[in-house]
């Protein structure tokens, strides 16, 4: 199984771009999660998704879009980039999130710059 | 709003030393809790968790933790820490209401001297 994955793992945008970040997982999770990590900030859940066609806003959802479409797939958008959002995102997906939480599996993470 | 506190930022110890990471959670409802640590330049790894039942709860590397509920908290121990325990270590809570958040510290950075 590829697991979690996340493309592109690097990208540069200038300020008032837009662009998608891809999550993709295979092994028929419900939940699916999007993280960013900022330096001594930990990690801040963005957006999070309980099973196809249903998403919820975490955190910090501002300046962000999600959509679930399918099981598998949770890409994050960005309409207007800002240097705010210059971060490393972390996508995770869990089967389960009561007893087999344990099992959350995270995605290799993409490096966002915003110039 | 839901929060995890990790107080300590930063720690440095030396080998053999003893640890213990505070972490505190605001939430009044049922929670699962986590430790997760992330050695440098690699994914978060799950160091232990709690569900239920005996608080004091045993992870790998020889880490534990003790969910101590009417302080709110699930602090992190080791006895003897080594110079590969270097990493970055954060406390997760998950609300076990219909939302099934899973809210992350800020995150403690360990050093270990040798």
């Known amino acids: 199984n590829a697991g979690v994955t996340q493309t592109p793992k690097f990208r540069i945008l200038k300020i008032g771009q837009s662009m998608t970040l891809q999550c993709t997982q295979d092994?028929?999770?419900?939940?699916m999660y999007w993280y960013r990590q900022d330096p001594g900030m930990g990690l801040k859940l963005i957006y999070y998704?309980?099973?196809?066609?249903?998403?919820d806003k975490g955190e910090v959802p501002n300046g962000y879009n999600v959509s679930r479409s399918t099981t598998e797939d949770f890409p994050l958008r960005l309409e207007l980039a800002a240097p705010s959002q210059t971060s490393v995102y972390f996508c995770?997906?869990?089967?389960?999130?009561?007893?087999?939480?344990?099992?959350?599996?995270f995605g290799s993470g993409t490096q966002l710059s915003v110039l | 709003a839901q929060s995890v506190s990790q107080h300590n930022h930063h720690v440095i110890l030396s080998e053999a030393a003893s640890l213990e990471l505070g972490c505190n959670y605001s939430?009044?409802?049922?929670?699962?809790l986590f430790w997760y640590v992330q050695y440098p330049g690699q994914h978060l790894q799950l160091l232990l968790k709690?569900?239920?039942?005996?608080?004091l709860v045993k992870g790998i590397k020889g880490f534990e933790a003790e969910f101590i509920k009417s302080k709110f908290s699930f602090n992190l121990r080791k006895p003897s820490v080594q110079w590969s325990d270097t990493a970055e270590y954060f406390c997760a809570v998950m609300l076990m209401d219909s939302s099934y958040k899973l809210i992350f510290g800020s995150g403690t950075r360990l050093l270990v001297r040798p």
């Open positions: 939430y009044g409802g049922t929670v699962n």
């Open positions: 092994m028929n999770h419900n939940y």
């Open positions: 998704s309980v099973g196809a066609g249903i998403t």
């Open positions: 709690y569900f239920s039942g005996d608080p």
């Open positions: 995770a997906s869990s089967y389960s999130p009561g007893f087999e939480a344990e099992k959350l599996f």
